[in-house]
């Protein structure tokens, strides 16, 4: 069941074991295909598969990210679409049919999710505070595989204005997102608040147990209590709406 996570920000929900070890492999492996580029060794060649549906990995700031659904065009926060590969949306595991179930997008369109971001994080990477932005709905559905992680959740100082906004050093909150969870930004989680993963090697047993959701006890029976848990790679599909269809004629 997906549950709210109580404390001093209001928007967060978290459901662990969304998907099962045996779809997690899965959508690991197809991403793997979908994105990567492999050496046809007979040929020396490289050789690109399916990319009908996606670009493929690009680095960015270090890291590695690439999406499914489309392109937004950030003048106009407008998403060019483009058909999500099978794996997401049409063949097993069904991930955003699943998304669709929660009715977390009752009020959209399409009732689900039509931009999936990836993002690869590799032991020691994380992703700076952020905003997501208006160009969603504001409610934003992340899906962990390969490796828990810590998103932490910052706010801005006093009554920031638009110009002159300092971020507040310490999280205000964070969550531990296990591997095969799926964890819901909405509300002012998602429009008053920023948030980052900080890039570590390890998260301690006390970083974990300070998160939110493990301490309301929502987490996995499967998370070692009291320990370090080593980071491994980790790969994220942070999953939106996008309310501004281009229409393809
Ligand atoms: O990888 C994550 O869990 C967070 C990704 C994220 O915040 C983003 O892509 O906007
Ligand atoms: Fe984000």
Redesign the pocket.
């Known amino acids: 069941m997906l549950s709210a996570v109580p404390g001093p920000v209001e928007g967060l929900s978290y459901l662990p074991d969304f998907i099962s070890i045996a779809d997690e492999a899965h959508l690991l492996s197809k991403i793997e295909e979908i994105g990567g580029v492999e050496l046809d060794s007979a040929a020396g060649q490289r050789i690109y598969r399916d990319r009908g549906t996606c670009a493929g990995w690009k680095d960015l700031n270090g890291r590695r990210s690439m999406y499914f659904g489309g392109t937004i065009l950030p003048r106009t926060s407008t998403l060019v679409p483009v058909a999500m590969p099978p794996f997401m949306q049409a063949s097993y595991p069904h991930i955003l049919d699943k998304i669709a179930q929660l009715g977390l997008y009752d009020t959209c369109k399409t009732s689900r999710p039509n931009h999936v971001?990836l993002?690869e994080?590799l032991p020691g990477q994380g992703?700076a505070a952020?905003e997501?932005g208006d160009a969603y709905h504001p409610v934003v559905c992340?899906l962990?595989l390969g490796s828990g992680?810590i998103?932490e959740l910052y706010e801005y100082e006093g009554q920031a204005t638009e110009e002159a906004r300092t971020i507040l050093p310490d999280p205000i909150m964070s969550i531990y997102?296990e591997r095969r969870s799926l964890l819901v930004l909405s509300g002012a989680a998602y429009t008053a608040c920023l948030?980052g993963?900080a890039a570590r090697q390890v998260d301690s047993a006390e970083q974990i147990q300070r998160c939110a959701n493990v301490r309301a006890g929502l987490t996995s029976s499967a998370l070692p209590a009291s320990q370090d848990v080593d980071r491994r790679r980790r790969v994220?599909l942070?999953m939106r709406h996008v309310p501004k269809v281009k229409r393809l004629l």
Do not use: E, F, W
């Open positions: 971001l993002n994080y992703i952020h997501d992340t962990s992680t998103l997102a948030h993963i994220s942070t």
